[in-house]
Each structure stands twice: as structure tokens, then as C-alpha cells.
């Protein structure tokens, strides 16, 4: 049983630590400062969410009432997380657009196609 | 937010300056989830521990207990159907995060994924209300990869998509869930 629990804990935290690779990756590649955002400011939410089950479904793993509550306190920082990650970002970004930096577009044709996108 | 005003009751005319009904309830419901927070945090069940978080959460509940559910225009047992009809939306709203991280690890590690990259600015206006209703749109979009909320004009949303396929993912769904969960009156317009 704890060995069942100690695989499926280190899965999550596997697929975790590669949605993370793929964030920073995607810092490197990605062409200028909003689409970095896109991948610094929340490449991170579903990667934090998994490496912290990971590390609660781990604790629990010998079940007490001191473990569950630690898990507890583990997955309220994923929902700290998930309500702070946005907003940081947010706010960096509404700076970026608001001091004037020019959002990189693709070429003449893409440009055309974001003019007439779907309202809602 | 104006304190003690709702956004609603500001709408729908000037002479609703006036506070709502006391609601005593909101600050027992405040009392009891500051306590459950003591309980959790401290991880003591002693009779002196119990008691000294009964005292504590007391005060924080005399004290400031008005700087949580502000806009108490609801009555607590609408306030409870609202929080019921949650959790469904953030399984919907996990399922999407999931799809958009895997469409996110495609972009950025697969050697073709730049020539998908072609970023946009999106506006649309909301349907939406109220101000919390609007908060937890603008965070939905950003918590999903591959959208995010650059600024709120008005009833305009800026939206800063990376490509094409994020943008279209910004079909009105997940307004039409917040508005579900928050605001039933309003008839989202659906896609």
C-alpha cells in the first residue's frame, strides 16, 4: 500500500516537474515579454498543483490526524497559489501594456484574423 | 467597491444609499471559518488550545469581521446555493487548466510549436455585473494557460492570447459558468 502511494506521489510529481521544464523553456523560446509572461507567470499553476499532491498524497501515506492536517496546510498553498499566480501576473502585465510595449504579432495575414475574431 | 453599497443596488437607481439588513448570520459563518483556520493551522485539540482559538477568532470576528463578504445584498442561504453550485465550476475550470497546460507544453518544447505562436490582443465586453463575478472571470482566463487578462475597461476585457487556438478557446463558456455560479439572473449569451 505505501508502495502504491509512494509510485503515484513521485508520478505526480514527475508530470509536474515537467510542465516546469516546459515553463522555462517556454521563457527561452517565446518571442517577447507577453508571450514569456505566458509561460513565467503560469506555466506554474497545473505544475504547483501536482508536485504539492504529490507531496500531500506522500504525507498521508501513513495516515494520522497529524498527517492529514499537514496535507491540509500543503494543499491550501496550492490554493494560494492559484488566487496570487494570476494576480502577479496580471499586474505585470497591465504594466507592460500600459508603459507602451509593443506586443509582437506574426505576419500581415494573422493580423487580419485577430481584427475579425468572434466576439466572445 | 463602495463599502456597504452594492454594485447591484447602484445600478438599479440613487436612492438605495441605504446599508442592507443586519445579517447576523455572515458573522457567525465568519466566526466558525476563522476558527476551522485555528484549528487547522495550530493542529492542537486541548481544552486550553480550543479555548484560546474560541478567544481569538472572537476578537478577529468583532473586530473585522466587515472586510469579509462585504456585499451582503444576499441573504446567507443565497450566499450557500451560490457557494454549492461552485465546486462543479472548478472541476470544469481544472479540466481546462489541464487541456491548456498540455496545449502550453506542446508550444514550448516541440521543434514546430514556435510557427504556432502568433500572439493577439482580444476584447470582448462582459455580461457580467458585479465586481467579484468579473475578478473571478479575469483569474479564470489568466489561470488557464495561453490567455491572459491584461486590463478591465469599463465592461471591456483586454485579453492577451498566444495564438490563434487560445483565442478561439475564449468562446464565452467560461462566462457563461461564472455566470451560473454567481450571477443566474444574468443570461450569459451563449457562443
Not at chain 1, 509512494?6 to 523560446?29: D, Q
Request: hydrophobic share 50%; proline share 4%; charged share 20%.
Amino acid at each position: 500500500m505505501s508502495l502504491m502511494i509512494n509510485i503515484v506521489s513521485g508520478a505526480l510529481i514527475l508530470v509536474g516537474l515537467t510542465f516546469f521544464l516546459a515553463a522555462a523553456v517556454g521563457i527561452v523560446r517565446f518571442p517577447d515579454f507577453y508571450t514569456r509572461m505566458h509561460a513565467a507567470g503560469k506555466g506554474d499553476t497545473l505544475s504547483t498543483i501536482l508536485i504539492l499532491l504529490g507531496v500531500a498524497l506522500y504525507t498521508v501515506g501513513d495516515f494520522s490526524i497529524e498527517t492529514l492536517l499537514v496535507a491540509i496546510k500543503i494543499m491550501a498553498i496550492a490554493v494560494f497559489i492559484m488566487v496570487t499566480s494570476p494576480t502577479s501576473t496580471h499586474a505585470l502585465m497591465q504594466a507592460g501594456y500600459d508603459d507602451g510595449i509593443k506586443p509582437f504579432e506574426k505576419e500581415k495575414e494573422d493580423k487580419k484574423d485577430s481584427e475579425d475574431q468572434p466576439e466572445v | 467597491m463602495k463599502h456597504g453599497i452594492s454594485s447591484h443596488q447602484g445600478l438599479l437607481g440613487d436612492a438605495v444609499q441605504k446599508q442592507w439588513p443586519p445579517r447576523p448570520m455572515y458573522r457567525f459563518l465568519i466566526f466558525i471559518l476563522i476558527l476551522a483556520n485555528w484549528l487547522i493551522f495550530s493542529g492542537l485539540f486541548g481544552a486550553f488550545h480550543i479555548g484560546l482559538g474560541i478567544l481569538c477568532a472572537g476578537i478577529v470576528t468583532f473586530v473585522s469581521s466587515d472586510l469579509m463578504f462585504e456585499d451582503r445584498s444576499k441573504s446567507i442561504a443565497e450566499r450557500m446555493q451560490e457557494i454549492s453550485r461552485l465546486p462543479s465550476y472548478l472541476v470544469w475550470l481544472l479540466w481546462q487548466i489541464v487541456l491548456a497546460n498540455v496545449y502550453l507544453l506542446k508550444l514550448a518544447l516541440s521543434p514546430g510549436g514556435l510557427e504556432e505562436v502568433s500572439p493577439r490582443i482580444v476584447r470582448f465586453n462582459t455580461k457580467l455585473k458585479s465586481d467579484f463575478a468579473r475578478f473571478v472571470l479575469a483569474q479564470s482566463i489568466t489561470l488557464t494557460p495561453g490567455t491572459v487578462t491584461v486590463k478591465i475597461v469599463g465592461d471591456e476585457f483586454y485579453v492577451h492570447a498566444i495564438s490563434k487556438a487560445a483565442a478561439d478557446g475564449l468562446d464565452g463558456a467560461m462566462e457563461g459558468w461564472i455566470a451560473h455560479v454567481y450571477e443566474p439572473e444574468v443570461k450569459a449569451k451563449p457562443a
